[in-house]
């Protein structure tokens, strides 16, 4: 908008910090795999799941139900059958290895910017599941061969002594030289890494200790191994070296150093790293560089525009005898032959050894033979050989796999053990006592989640696969309630996040987990999504209990047509831009016009104050009612300064006493625009029992004013990172137009708002990922991007807000749409009085916006006793139909004129007919071209062609008929528009 100066970004920082006043190309499309296909016929089957940490041979005892089965035993791991070692009555034994986060590859953007391929971000854990049925097993490969005294004994394999570094994660929540702007997505140079080693310092030759870290690391040497060499052929040295620099297109160059030990270190070359950008570095090893098969590295940086580096890993591979060093288990690596091995194990350990080939380690050979004259058939790959003397025995946990229909459910809620019991009510509310529309929900344990669709390891890629599988019906309309905590604070996660319900990247983003899926562009929602960052199961019924009051109410809520705008700001210019900003809004929204007809009242910081200070101030006379001609308030609107626990005109916690918030049924709708106050996945969690006077780490602002019970907010949302004053005022110019213009029953629930506005500004901004700017040497940042990706929806997605207006002539007791019969509807309502009631007329919507009369039923006039009513709609829409009942007062004659009856409505209510949907694309895989059947009482205006990125590649296509033949294979989304500016968005496969 032309008022709006957008030239400035004012950067509203946390007061940790500071105070400082189309081209279209995406991430490679989502896996296509829902991780579930595996598990096809054997959802009924009794299952162990088996954890797995690091590489070894593992021993499992069955339980009884198990035993007895060695034929029919089948274990997986990643949904592929992995060859049992050994099979008994009463045991298995199978080779496993760790979980090396292969799945992290989905979460980046671009994949091919996952880095390092050693490390997982969440979990170390690999899961292997058992089970049995009626199918025999294939026998793990046996093999024992003779050894062959003609052939020339190996003397030698190829060792890599490796030493990995994750203790700090490069984007660091507390250093300074952290990107001064933060992309919520993984792209590339975002890893966890090593302690920044900061420039023109000390030749570094161990892993410091963060500064900022406070737990019981102790600095570890960069210290390697070269034991048992074989042959004069130098060691080959790789590091891995990460940038550390906000300035992204800066070098700093990096000095690698060795020597047998810190005193006799000396150069061994250098390299150049660039911004927060990975970079490798070789160099042989000398022989002096090694002493009693030991010998350190030291790192220095000569200088540059950067804040330093770190080590992620780094390795030492050689020539190294056939030697197991008297060590319990050792991998031997020989490189391809075609040729059979011979060869001699030196220095085996006392005790019985087991040999396996693991070059598969899914398909592991058994070989037998003798340490002292070994001999192995080759295939003309390289192969590597597991010794060992060493089973370790693991407990297996029994784990059902539940069967899930996606079109038997629309409100999805993934909790933890915690609060299942809660969960279980809230979604039975949803069920039952739901106003309006009677919602079919599904109750997921983010443990099961990880079973069924990430193969058991703990990862925000199984929340997008499950959502991703409940869209396959092709019905959108539906919600995700992710109901408990998530933790990104680098410094305080847990390794295999327990109990958490992840959010993905850093900062956290709740929209990264249904975004792209299901036909929806990438950062855009595929369904309306929300948060509860509940840690009790009290604290969950102390919401659900608001939100019952809140979608109860239908008479007096004329407190909800009052909104307060609350800003602050750093000095009287910034304070009065905000303040007018909010007046502008406020008045392009027509807040005040029908059919909102509300009113605005401003709450502005005092200019008079230093450019730093904060002013506390209270909102309790507005918020609890007792203001004079303020009833209560139904949404605050926040633009300012912030941090997680305080804004610069700071009006507090719900739950301080002081405030003197008792605002008891008169909930409003909270949005803050300002830094990091929407911040929750710091790991605050615990602090409720801490007084808020605590000088630091309180628990999050937002958060209070959500779970404050009997009090607080309904709903809360706003940044939970940086946010900028342009791109607020553009995001809430976007978001007002979807809440206030609209009447009740045309504004979509809260969660379907954060939506609209997620796709709005997409198609309006045209924002994507490519390798060009993933790598941010550019400093690569698209402002409009990261605000709606860091944007958090605290509260329930379904919420309908500010609903005003008044109740029916009649006084209704329910009215409730019910599909009795394939194409048969049954609407039934119920009046428990009537005051000059004419008629009730039944109007039906294929969009729950545009509506037609479909039916009329009789009224009883006045009358004061319960009545029920019934209609049968026999033609509903495919997918979804929505339905309003109208009630229309008897006519009346004034003055001899005739007065029509007024007209009052209901809320919608709808029925969705499963297996069937209102828009099909066919034939879909198609060669050439496809058609679009809308089967709706409206005519189709233009389509697009557009590939998952937002890239046009048809624009304004007419008619029903869509011609791809000159396309390239691949995936593409058709975005249909009708006469009603109705969208739609349907992936397709061109072949």
């Keep these: 908008m032309n008022t709006k100066n957008f030239t400035k970004f004012f950067f ?44 070894g041979l593992y021993k499992v005892a069955l339980p009884a139900n198990f035993q007895n089965k060695p034929g029919k035993l089948h274990l997986y791991r990643r949904g592929v059958e992995v060859a049992l070692v050994s099979a008994s009555n009463t045991e298995i034994e199978f080779y496993g290895i760790p979980n090396d986060g292969a799945s992290d590859a989905l979460l980046y953007r671009m994949p091919t910017s996952r880095k390092n391929m050693n490390f997982s971000i969440y979990s170390d854990e690999s899961s292997y599941f058992l089970t049995f049925d009626d199918t025999d097993r294939t026998p793990a490969v046996q093999e024992s061969l003779a050894p062959d005294a003609g052939i020339t004994p190996q003397e030698s394999h190829k060792f890599t002594f490796y030493k990995e570094f994750v203790i700090e994660n490069s984007h660091m929540t507390s250093y300074p030289s952290r990107p001064t702007t933060l992309n919520s997505y993984f792209e590339e140079g975002k890893a966890g890494t090593g302690t920044r080693l900061g420039n023109n310092r000390p030749l570094a030759t161990s892993n410091p200790k963060p500064t900022v870290f406070t737990s019981s690391y102790v600095a570890e040497p960069f210290a390697y191994e070269v034991k048992a060499r074989h042959g004069s052929a130098a060691p080959k040295l790789n590091v891995r070296l990460k940038g550390r620099g906000y300035l992204f297109s800066a070098n700093s160059t990096v000095q690698v150093w060795a020597g047998k030990d810190a005193a006799s270190t000396e150069l061994r070359g250098s390299t150049t790293v660039t911004g927060f950008l990975d970079k490798d570095f070789n160099a042989d090893l000398l022989d002096k560089d090694i002493e009693n098969g030991k010998g350190i590295l030291g ?40 040729s059979n091995t011979r060869f001699t194990i030196l220095n085996p350990p006392a005790g019985t050894l087991r040999f396996l080939d693991i070059t598969n380690p899914d398909q592991p050979r058994v070989i037998t033979g003798d340490a002292a004259n070994m001999m192995i058939s080759r295939n003309g790959n390289a192969l590597t050989l597991f010794v060992t003397k060493d089973v370790t025995t693991v407990a297996a946990t029994s784990v059902t796999f539940p069967v899930i229909t996606p079109a038997s459910s629309d409100y999805l809620i993934i909790t933890n053990e915690l609060l299942a019991t809660a969960a279980g009510e809230y979604a039975e509310y949803r069920k039952d006592d739901s106003p309006g529309k009677k919602y079919k929900p599904l109750v997921m344990k983010i443990k099961d989640i990880y079973n069924q669709f990430n193969y058991g390891e703990p990862s925000p890629v199984a929340i997008r696969r499950f959502v991703d599988f409940m869209v396959s019906d092709n019905n959108k309309d539906k919600y995700l309630l992710l109901l408990g905590k998530s933790i990104t604070f680098y410094e305080r996660t847990v390794r295999e996040i327990p109990e958490e319900i992840p959010t993905i990247g850093f900062p956290g983003s709740d929209l990264l987990l249904v975004d792209g899926l299901g036909g929806a562009p990438d950062d855009v929602p595929v369904i309306p999504y929300g948060r509860i960052a509940a840690v009790t199961e009290q604290q969950v019924r102390d919401y659900l209990e608001k939100v019952k009051t809140y979608e109860s109410q239908s008479e007096n809520v004329g407190w909800r047509k009052n909104i307060l705008h609350v800003n602050g700001g750093k000095g009287e210019d910034q304070i009065t831009e905000f303040q007018e900003n909010l007046s502008f809004i406020a008045t392009s929204a027509k807040i005040a016009s029908a059919p909102f007809e509300g009113k605005v009242y401003p709450k502005v910081k005092d200019k008079t104050l230093a450019a730093n200070a904060i002013q506390s101030i209270t909102l309790a006379p507005e918020v609890n009612g007792t203001a004079p001609g303020i009833s209560g308030v139904g949404m605050i609107t926040y633009f300012g300064h912030g941090g997680v626990d305080q804004t610069d005109l700071d009006f507090g916690y719900a739950m301080d006493g002081a405030k003197n918030y008792n605002n008891t049924g008169k909930y409003p709708v909270l949005f803050y625009n300002g830094c990091g106050v929407n911040n929750l996945f710091n790991n605050r969690f615990n602090l409720f029992s801490q007084p808020l006077t605590s000088p630091s780490f309180r628990r999050p602002m937002s958060l209070d004013w959500l779970l404050a019970p009997n009090k607080g907010a309904i ?4 940044n939970d990172w940086d946010a900028y004053a342009s791109t607020s005022n553009e995001y809430l110019d976007r978001l007002y137009l979807e809440i206030f213009p609209k009447s009740d029953a045309d504004r979509k629930t809260i969660g379907g708002i954060i939506q609209e506005v997620a796709l709005k500004t997409k198609l309006e901004m045209g924002y994507s990922y490519s390798d060009a700017v993933n790598g941010r040497t550019a400093s690569y940042y698209d402002f409009d991007r990261a605000n709606v990706h860091q944007i958090i929806l605290q509260g329930d997605p379904a919420l309908r807000i500010l609903i005003t207006s008044g109740p029916l002539p009649v006084e209704l007791a329910s009215f409730e749409a019910k599909l009795v019969e394939p194409k048969r509807v049954e609407l039934k309502w119920r009046t428990v009085s009537e005051t000059n009631n004419s008629h009730f007329l039944l109007e039906r919507s294929y969009n729950g916006k545009n509506f037609t009369e479909i039916g009329m039923v009789e009224g009883k006039g006045t009358i004061d006793e319960v009545s029920d009513y019934h209609f049968f709609d026999t033609k509903p829409f495919p997918g979804t139909s929505y339905y309003r009942l109208k009630q229309v007062d008897k006519i009346s004659i004034k003055d001899g004129e005739t007065i029509e009856g007024k007209a009052t409505y209901s809320q919608i209510v709808s029925v969705t007919r499963e297996n069937t949907s209102l828009l099909v694309l066919s034939p879909n895989p198609t060669r050439d071209f496809i058609n679009i059947d809308l089967d709706a009482p409206v005519n189709i205006a233009h389509w697009d062609v557009l590939d998952q990125n937002g890239r046009v590649y048809k624009r304004n296509g007419k008619g029903t008929r869509v011609d791809l033949s000159n396309l390239t294979s691949g995936e593409y989304i058709i975005k249909i528009q009708t006469e009603n500016n109705d969208v739609y968005f349907r992936k397709i496969l061109k072949q």
């Design 715 to 718: 709903v809360v949302f706003g």
């Design 12 to 55: 509203l920082l946390s007061f940790g910090l500071t105070l400082f006043g189309v081209q279209l190309h995406a991430q490679t499309p989502w896996s296509g795999k829902y991780g579930n296909e595996w598990l096809t016929g054997k959802y009924g089957q009794s299952w162990l799941r088996i954890g797995v940490s690091k590489s």
């Design 299 to 338: 790192f220095m940086s000569t200088g540059g525009a950067t804040d330093g580096f770190s080590v992620s890993y780094y390795s030492v591979t050689y020539d190294q005898k056939i030697d197991m060093q008297t060590l319990g288990s050792y991998e031997f690596n020989f490189p391809a032959s075609a």
